[in-house]
Nanobody, 121 residues
């Protein structure tokens, strides 16, 4: 089993910054693509950023230039640095990954529990 533990959410004023972390633990052989999603109450979940183990990084247009996704493969952790936050960034942020466990050859999908980000003055 793989567990994703998220941290770093909280309340911040417009223009402020937060750094989200998502640490994967368990019987991990490898982590493939890791992603951040967000969801506002009553709205659909939105892909924010995606980063493969090696390769191209993708961002939603709404966060380009403000958010940066990165990962530490040795720590099995993905980060989301959020700068110049806006009220529209308020949402629950979720970590998603595809992980290969020891003893298996295929990847399975895992989600974090979500962490609240509130941008308000």
């Amino acid at each position: 089993q793989v567990h994703l533990v998220e941290s770093g959410g909280g309340l911040v004023q417009p223009g402020g910054s937060l750094r989200l972390s998502c640490a994967a633990s368990g019987s991990i052989r490898s982590l493939n693509t890791m992603e951040w999603y967000r969801q506002e109450p009553g709205k659909q979940r939105e892909l924010v950023a995606s980063i493969p183990r090696v390769g191209n990084i993708a961002y939603a247009d709404s966060v380009k230039g403000r958010f940066t996704i990165s990962r530490d493969n040795d720590k099995n952790t993905v980060y989301l640095q959020m700068n110049n936050l806006k009220p529209d960034d308020t949402a629950v942020y979720y970590c998603r990954t595809f992980a290969v466990e020891y003893g298996r050859t295929w990847a399975k999908e895992y989600w974090g529990q979500g962490t609240q980000v509130t941008v308000s003055s």
